[in-house]
């Protein structure tokens, strides 16, 4: 399954693919690559234990397995995670794999979604022109902790491979080992995918959210033991049906006179979906709520829940073996695999024996099954059989377990799942590339007490910083680049850089820019225009021989004739249309510059006799002013709301503020 995308197949959606390989593979001894690659995964998984030990996955671990070599693509190690509803499982594998490249620097990692090339997609604005979706396979790799992507040679003799072949991964790797620094991203993609990830590893923390639940014993206990099977149960409940809920009329596992209160700990994800579903328990089930006023309303409510969560898990498997599973201890591997985690500082000096030594150590032993003892479908348990079994082989005292309350932490604040308008643009502010003070890198959340505090105290003072920054002439600057863009059956490319430099404005480059676009006065058809046509026609006609030439004269000079014609036949077009435009509407939606000594009416208001209005010339429209009259006219039809004169200026990094003469 993991060499499936490498073989041209789709990933599944939500999920993720991952392959480690040797940048320098022994050719000549597969027996030697092998053991490289599981010597590698051994020291890979003692190196990162602790990060893996303590996060909590949506669906599926990281996992690495090796894979031998099929058809083009080398021996590698790698795996598939389903990432399910949360994409910063999807993040912290990206992560992972630019920490392992970096350690290990034999190794070069390649990650894929079913998007393809997703990390491309992340650094998109800064890409080369040639990269596309469609040749863009075996060429993005991490590689020494930073992203390289196999150029395309734009000369002879340049390093890299043609746009219109695709690389096998072995030919990549070997142009990769070779060329480091040619195939080196530039700075600015560097730098986007350095932001994405930096949050990490400090983000594992803050991803969580602790909050006191109403909960049976046994899933106390359950908890205490495999923080990480919270995921399965909160799953089981957001996804049930009503065959699911059939097992929890009569709680068989978890019965409700035994609950207690105990702190949790949810990723904000599974808190999300547990408690923004509205669930009512059925009557039979012995899961009774307080009133909506109760002070401990929430801590009943989420422990209703989770507690269907985990019966509906144990009701779809069979009840487990009295008889105990082999040791962790009694596999080969683990002895090497305990001596590199003392090596790394696993255990951070915590006493042999220990409750926190204990704690350690049971996770490290999950994150060994999952790794190296769970190859084989048959030895892989349900998150309900698991869940059996630790209730069979750790009994629980409830009274300890209700002396345990009063000494709980307090819960944290779920403020970060109210989101409001100037929080969501922030968000998108910060996403698009432009740097905003107050801002961090928390996800969707509330912004901390001191920095909602400046938010107050500083708002009046940055709006009117920001009123008085913007400026009328960006927007139209802004539309003339983006007229003036490259595009082609893809679509337009928006203009806009996401610097933060001062915008400088050039009158001159600009006319001639419009008049170009649009079709000043000097491009005008004249007779100018045809007569020098006809001198070089005439030039091109010449013969030195006499008789010849008074041939060409004549052709020449009927050729100036017809041409005055077809001049004065344009003229005549023209000036009917305009006798049939002023007759309209069309003129009044302009705005026209006011002339000196009289009254200025807008195109097609006179009143005058027909002799005066053909007598008459047409003023030239101010296209500046039109331009951002009209924008500001939409804006303000808009209300506030999402429309197309916003979406336009924002796309091009032009964001005005609000109106301040509406309320």
């Given at each position: ?48 234990a602790n990060f893996l030990a303590q ?85 993005v790799f991490f590689s020494n902790g ?462 005058g006799n027909p002799s005066t209005e ?50």
């Open positions: 399954m993991a060499t499936d995308i490498l073989r041209g197949r789709k990933v599944p959606e939500d999920s993720v693919q991952y392959s480690l390989f040797l940048i320098e593979p022994n050719s000549k001894d597969t027996e030697d690559n092998e053991r490289k690659l599981l010597h590698l995964k051994e020291q890979i998984l003692a190196e990162f996060y909590i996955w949506q669906s599926q671990p990281f996992s690495l397995k090796y894979q031998p070599e099929t058809g083009s693509v080398p021996a590698h190690i790698g795996g598939s995670t389903d990432f399910g509803d949360n994409v910063e499982d999807e993040w912290f594998i990206v992560f992972l794999l630019q920490q392992i490249t970096k350690t290990f620097p034999e190794l070069a990692a390649k990650v894929e979604d079913n998007d393809g090339e997703f990390l491309l997609i992340e650094t998109a604005d800064y890409l080369p022109k040639w990269l596309k979706p469609e040749n863009s396979e075996n060429r930073e992203l390289h992507i196999i150029p395309c040679p734009s000369r002879p003799g340049e390093v890299g491979w043609s746009r219109d072949q695709v690389p096998t991964i072995s030919q990549a790797l070997a142009l990769l080992s070779s060329n480091k620094e040619a195939c080196l991203t530039t700075l600015k993609i560097r730098s986007v995918l350095g932001k994405r990830l930096d949050c990490y590893p400090d983000k594992i923390q803050a991803s969580f959210h602790r909050a006191h639940c109403f909960v049976p014993a046994g899933i106390v206990t359950v908890l205490a033991e495999r923080p990480d099977l919270l995921a399965p149960a909160v799953s089981a409940f957001y996804l049930r049906d009503p065959v699911d809920l059939q097992a929890c009329r009569t709680f068989r596992t978890f019965p409700p006179e035994t609950r207690v209160l105990t702190s949790v700990t949810f990723t904000r994800c599974l808190y999300a979906q547990l408690q923004q579903q509205s669930f009512k328990p059925d009557r039979r089930s012995g899961y009774s709520l307080p009133s909506c006023t109760h002070p401990l309303y929430q801590a009943h409510e989420l422990g209703m829940k989770l507690a269907h969560g985990f019966e509906i898990l144990c009701s779809k498997c069979r009840v487990p073996s009295s008889e105990p599973d082999a040791l962790v201890s009694c596999n080969p591997q683990w002895k090497s695999f305990l001596e590199s985690l003392k090596r790394n500082g696993y255990f951070r000096g915590e006493l042999e024996g220990s409750k926190h030594y204990k704690e350690l150590m049971t996770a490290a032993e999950n994150v060994f099954k999952q790794s190296f003892m769970n190859t084989l479908s048959s030895c892989v348990k349900s998150p309900g059989e698991e869940v059996l079994q630790i209730l069979q082989s750790s009994p629980y005292d409830l009274e300890e377990l209700r002396k345990q309350e009063k000494h709980l932490q307090p819960p944290d604040s779920d403020s970060w799942l109210k989101l409001t308008p100037q929080d969501l643009e922030q968000i998108l502010q910060e996403r698009a590339g432009h740097s905003v003070s107050g801002v961090t890198d928390r996800g969707i959340g509330a912004p901390s007490s001191a920095q909602s505090g400046e938010r107050v105290t500083a708002g009046g003072v940055e709006e009117a910083e920001q009123e008085a920054s913007y400026s009328l002439v960006a927007v139209t600057q802004g539309m003339k680049n983006f007229i003036n863009a490259v595009s082609s059956y893809e679509g337009a490319e928006l203009p806009w850089s996401q610097s933060n430099e001062p915008f400088s404005f050039d009158e001159q480059s600009v006319t001639s820019a419009l008049d170009r676009l649009l079709g000043g006065r000097d491009d005008e058809l004249d007779s100018d225009d045809l007569e020098e046509e006809e001198d070089d026609d005439d030039e091109e006609e010449e013969d030195p021989d006499e008789d010849e030439e008074e041939e060409a004269v004549g052709f020449s000079g009927s050729r100036e004739q017809s041409g005055a014609e077809a001049l004065d036949s344009l003229k005549s077009y023209m000036d009917q249309m305009d006798q049939e435009l002023r007759g309209t509407n069309i003129g009044k939606s302009f705005i026209q510059p006011k002339k000196e000594g009289k009254e200025a009416n807008p195109c097609g208001a006179h009143r053909q007598e008459e010339e047409i003023q030239p429209l101010d296209v500046d002013l039109n331009l951002v009259t009209n924008l500001l006219e939409s804006l303000a039809s808009q209300a506030g709301l999402a429309g197309p004169a916003s979406n336009l200026l924002q796309s091009m990094g032009i964001h005005l503020p609000a109106n301040s003469d509406r309320p």
